[in-house]
């Protein structure tokens, strides 16, 4: 059971993406769930305190990169006195193929919840092939 508490726990990026960061904040690396449906690959990751506004997401060189910044909660004439829920920015990149439809990705995040949906190429969709009796 503890195994399993320590799984859900946020993970702290070993290395960041190789860019420069002007916040001076920990780095958390968003979980994600990838299904695939017959026209598209709907990626969705969980990043708490992450609204439209705050959420960036880039295609550069086949590379999808998310990226989101979370502010620290402050407490007007009150000190922190304990915290177990700790708070950083999200960051993380995938590599994709080019069976994407790059030009038709669409992103929507609700309740710190981002969900990606990734187009498929026509190229790359399943084509049924026609027999013909001679």
Do not use: C, H, W
Not at 14 to 35: A, C, G, H, M, S
Not at 46 to 71: A, F, R, Y
Not at 114 to 121: C, E, F, I, M, S
């Amino acid at each position: 059971m503890e195994k399993e508490a320590l799984d859900l726990q946020k993970q702290q990026a070993q290395n960041p993406l190789e860019t420069e960061r002007t916040r001076n904040r920990k780095v958390f690396v968003p979980k994600v769930d990838i299904y695939e449906t017959k026209d598209a690959m709907v990626l969705i990751a969980d990043m708490p305190g992450v609204d439209d506004q705050s959420v960036d997401i880039t295609l550069e060189k086949n590379v999808l990169t998310i990226t989101g910044n979370v502010e620290s909660p402050v407490y007007e004439g009150k000190a922190l006195a304990y915290a177990e829920y700790d708070t950083g920015d999200y960051q993380r990149a995938f590599t994709i193929s080019d069976e994407v439809d790059q030009d038709r990705i669409e992103a929507v995040v609700e309740n710190g919840v981002l969900r990606l949906t990734l187009p498929k190429a026509e190229k790359a969709k399943v084509k049924k092939i026609a027999i013909k009796a001679e």
